[in-house]
T-cell receptor, first 114, second 110 residues
């Protein structure tokens, strides 16, 4: 099992360019998440998908769009990149347990916007 | 705003000692709590989850939960230099979402 995979690992964009970050999981999880991590800010939720066919905004959704392509794949799109979107992006997935929702993370994408 | 608070550290302990990491949370409705370890430049790795008051042990790790005090802790016994990392505390806020603290950096010196 690969777990959660993300592509690309690194990306440099110019302001105004667009790109899509890809995420896939092979754990048959229903829920998937996109986070960004900035120094001193911790992990902040951008968007999540509780199940195939649904998506919801998290704490910092502005400037991003998502697509839950199928149960395995959840992509994050930056339509017009801004320097403030320079960050490390993590995808995660989880399956609901009886009381808790353990999330498992992918390796991350390090994005720089110049 | 539901929050999870951690001391940013660094917490420095000698090899072989017990490292004690602490976390407080604001949402009394939180039911589940998680500790993640994150090495520099890597992704968070789940190491413990706890949802009942009391202690939960797994190898050298013990998670402690006190819902009355809204307090979660992680004890690492026989600390090793390889335990040096940032430890993130998270709580479940409902709707399958977690809120994370900013992490405590742990340094274990040989």
């Amino acid at each position: 099992n690969a777990g959660v995979t993300q592509t690309p690992k690194f990306q440099v964009l110019k302001t105004g360019q667009s790109m899509t970050l890809q995420c896939a999981q092979d754990m048959n999880h229903n829920s998937m998440y996109w986070y960004r991590q900035d120094p001193g800010m911790g992990l902040r939720l951008i968007y999540y998908s509780a199940s195939e066919g649904t998506t919801d905004k998290g704490e910092v959704p502005n400037g991003y769009n998502v697509s839950r392509l199928n149960k395995r794949e959840f992509s994050l799109r930056l339509e017009s990149a801004a320097p403030s979107q320079t960050s490390v992006y993590f995808c995660a997935s989880s399956e609901a347990g009886p009381m808790f929702y353990e999330q498992y993370f992918g390796p991350g994408t390090r994005l720089t916007v110049t | 705003q539901k929050e999870v608070e951690q001391n940013s550290g660094p917490l420095s302990v000698p090899e072989g000692a017990i490292a004690s990491l602490n976390c407080t949370y604001s949402d009394r409705g939180s039911q589940s709590f998680f500790w993640y370890r994150q090495y520099s430049g890597k992704s968070p790795e789940l190491i413990m989850s706890i949802y009942s008051n009391g202690d939960k042990e797994d190898g050298r790790f013990t998670a402690q939960l006190n819902k009355a005090s809204q307090y979660v802790s992680l004890l690492i016994r026989d600390s090793q230099p390889s335990d040096s990392a940032t430890y993130l505390c998270a709580s479940n806020t409902g709707f399958q979402k977690l809120v994370f603290g900013t992490g405590t950096r742990l340094l274990v010196s040989p």
